[in-house]
């Protein structure tokens, strides 16, 4: 099945700054979904992309796929405590594969 | 969160015994499936359900069985417990018209000692 390359595995920064995951595939996407887990807690979803270029944006996060549909990125502006937790994409329907997740870490 | 319960929530055991995990749900979803969660591995696909008694296999199916004998259960066994199936095991239900969307359980933390 298709396979998703999720980068960096970790992150710390400071609060306030911003955090960018990169999702990257191979082959073209389907669509691409991100979620978010908070330590301890289990994955939520956050939104969907289906469209080439396709941009969202909720509050301080704003989500991208790729004109070729096989990249994706998660971008949070002005980190805040809020944020910590590792976030995931995911690609495919019925069955999702998911990429390996980006643990982000904010130094209050 | 979908109505997703999972039990138990925390589980240590002996290797080589069998342990059955469940998933409940009250909303008829059709699709379920079970993730085990690893550092560095993200979520992986164990089994899935698309209904009841149709079961397939995912990416990391060895050592366990999966059944759903009713829409709202989906339980997943593992017959002869090993180290390697000390993990997080999640639940997750597709919701009908956003099939590419999944909802997630809170959550099993098994020990197999």
């Known amino acids: ?108 | 969160d979908a109505g997703i319960t999972q039990s138990p929530r925390h589980k240590v055991t002996e290797t080589g015994t069998p342990v059955t995990l469940r998933c409940h749900q009250t909303e008829n979803h059709r699709y379920m499936y079970w993730y085990r969660q690893d550092p560095g591995h993200g979520l992986r696909l164990i089994h899935y359900s698309y209904g009841v008694k149709d079961t397939d296999k995912g990416e990391v199916s060895d050592g366990y069985s999966v059944s759903r004998s009713k829409t709202e259960d989906f339980l997943l066994t593992l017959e002869s417990a090993t180290s390697s199936q000390t993990s997080v095991y999640f639940c997750a239900i597709s919701v009908v018209g956003a099939p590419d969307t999944q909802y997630f359980g809170p959550g099993t933390r098994l020990t197999v000692l």
Not at chain 1, 24 to 42: A, D, F
Not at chain 1, 88 to 103: E, P, S
């Open chain 1, 1 to 108: 099945g298709q396979q998703v390359m999720q980068i960096p595995q970790y992150q710390h920064v400071q609060e306030g700054e911003d955090f960018t995951t990169y999702c990257n595939s191979s082959t073209t996407l389907s669509n691409i979904q991100w979620y978010k887990q908070r330590p301890g807690g289990h994955p939520v979803f956050l939104i969907q992309l289906v469209k080439s270029g396709e941009v969202k944006k909720q509050k301080r996060l704003t989500f991208q796929f790729g004109e070729a549909k096989k990249n994706s990125s998660l971008h949070i502006t002005a980190t805040q405590t809020t944020d910590v937790g590792t976030y995931f994409c995911g690609q495919g329907a019925q069955k999702l594969v998911f990429g390996q997740g980006t643990r982000l870490t904010i130094n209050p």
